[in-house]
C-alpha cells in the first residue's frame, strides 16, 4: 500500500501546509506557529521537491490480475519474479530508468538514449506456469539483439526461470520469464 503512495507529493503537501500555516502566524503575529511552519514547513516543501524531481513512478499493469493468478502466483513465484514485480509497481528514487542496472549488465542500455523503457509487466499462466512479462518500449534496440541476448537474460534472472523473448508489435518487446517445473530445476542441477 505505501509503495503506491508518492512521498514526493507526501512532502509538497504537507510541506505546503507547514509553510502556508507558518507564513499566516507570521501575519498573526503568533510567533511560535510562524517558526514551526518556517523552520518545518521549508525544508520538508524542499525535500518533496527533491523527491518528486528524483521520482519513478511505478510501471502499471497492462492486464488484470485475477485470483487464480494470485493463487499461481503465491504457490510458484521465484525470489527473483516476486523481487521484480515489486521493484517496478513501486515509487522508486534516483534511478534513471527501471531495471537500468539490470539492462546495463546485459548490454541492452548502450546509452540513456537507446535505453529500453519498461511500460508495463503483466501476469500470466503459460502452460500451468506462473510467468511474469516485461514489456518494454524498444526502438533503438533491434529485436534480433534481444533475441541474441536471450540466454544471458535467462542466467541474470536466475535458476528456475526459462525466458522468452517475443515482439508482439513494432518497436515493442516482450520478456517473458517463466517458472520452470521443479523437475526441470532438478535436472539441470
Known sequence: MLRQISLGAVGLTVGGILT????????SGNPTLNLIGFFYGIPVLLGGL??????LKPVPYSLPITPELIDLRQKQATATQNQIRSDVTRYRYGQKAHL????????????????PDLIGIREESRNGSYTLVLEFYSPLISF?????????????????????????????????????????????G
Open 144 to 188: 534480433d539483439t534481444w533475441k541474441k541476448k536471450r540466454e544471458k537474460i535467462e542466467r541474470f534472472f536466475g535458476p528456475g526461470l526459462h525466458v522468452e523473448v517475443e515482439q508482439p508489435e513494432e518497436e515493442r518487446v516482450d520478456v517473458a520469464l517463466i517458472r520452470q517445473p521443479s523437475e526441470a530445476i532438478a535436472s539441470e
Open 100 to 115: 537500468d542496472s539490470s539492462l546495463e549488465y546485459l548490454g541492452l542500455e548502450p546509452t540513456d538514449e537507446e535505453r
Open 50 to 55: 527533491a523527491l518528486r524531481v528524483a521520482e
Open 20 to 27: 502556508v500555516v507558518g507564513f499566516a502566524a507570521y501575519f
